[in-house]
């Protein structure tokens, strides 16, 4: 077992060194895939504890893990968002290429949790909580108001758990993330293709966690969870073609993107030996974000005396989801979830780059057991989207004269699968004795 749990060291340190961007899977640009165990129920439940990748949720849930504990995760995300464009200056010019925009991506997660003794816990979660990545084929019809993003975000949260008593556990933890990001806009002049404003930067924002759980009665878990609002600085460099005609800033710049905070609220219940319900509803604090100014060294970054900004200008965003856990054996579990999702994206700020909507999750998974203390969970998961109508007219924080209106319509859904591996060490291991 020293041996395996060596290995799984060093396979999380592998993954921990391919964490990448990924295209946002839950509404705005959240990441939720930190989990093949929770992904199979639709996170119905992930607050209320029963595996180590619940520390993402809420640090609180390390308690009802004995010894030492861990979880490596690998998602694949095959997102699918392709346009339809009705109104541009361009249209007629540059024909829709039916191009699917959202990039596939591998989305990798890790937690490592030890008791310490009877009361209290310490664990570590490194994942990528926030990430968006969208690429269109230049020319097309919306590229004034859109041609790439990326957003790639590296979340590191050391953890702390106490066990008050046999009804309640609290916990806590810190943030520390570093972010990266690039955005390319279509300007047009002085040629319609070749015209691009670039922004790109990268910076560090911090943060906390903190939860508790409770068991009111027996196979009953109710956790509530907390991550901290965070403000991602953001500091990096704006560019202009060679030869542009109008005023612009060029050279270094500064931002604040204010990430929003998140309540997690998760109950498991135990109808059986073999049967267990799971439900969710959270909360993210998406109005929060506002508008992104971009600082130059003198005040705003200009194009043509106007202030360049990002009028993400979102509403809070909310998931219901219900799931259960059938045990056939005590060695195998099957799981099933469904989730519905408001998202914080309307129709009257939608963009090109985050072409979201209200979506629905339907998710299968399984768990089996392959040696003592350790497991190997899959699922998969459809995510239907609603059609997003962009409609950059005037009225729209992202409308500029200069640029003209864009409307069109983007039709998206989403397959994700997932793989994970789970350790678990039922006692704290015994001090080691020498002979003197």
Known sequence: MRELRSRLLIAAASVASVLTSVDAQAGGFAIREQSADWLGVSFAGVAAGGAPSSLFWNPATMTQLPGVSGEINATGILPSSKFASTVSPLLGLVPDSNQNIADAALAPAITAIKQINSNTWIGLSVNSPWGLSTSFQDPWPGRFYGLNSNLRTYNVTPSIAYHVNNWISVGAGFQAQYGSTGLTFGLPAPSPVASTLNLSGSGWGFGFTAGATLTPLAGTDIGIGYRSALDQKISGTMGLPSGFPLPGTVGAIST????????????????????TLLGTVEWTNWSRIGTSVIQAAGG????AGTPVTLPFDYRDGWLFSAGMEYRPA?????RAGVGYEISPVTNAISMPEVPDANRVWLSV?????????LSFDVAYAHVFIDNA???????????????????????????????GLRLQTPTIAPPLVTKG
Do not use: C, M
């Not at 604040?256 to 049967?275: A, H, I, M, N, W």
């Not at 705003?300 to 194009?303: F, H, M, Q, R």
């Open 330 to 334: 005590a060695d195998w579990a099957v």
């Open 365 to 373: 998974g399984l768990s089996k057991t392959i040696l003592p203390g």
């Open 256 to 275: 604040t993107l204010r990430l929003p905070d998140v309540v997690s609220v998760g109950v498991k219940q135990r109808v059986s030996e073999t049967f």
């Open 300 to 303: 705003p970054a200009t194009i």
């Open 389 to 419: 109508n962009i409609n950059i007219v005037p009225g729209n924080p992202w409308f500029s004269p200069l640029l003209g209106a864009y409307s069109g319509t983007a039709s998206s859904h989403i397959d994700i699968f997932s793989v």
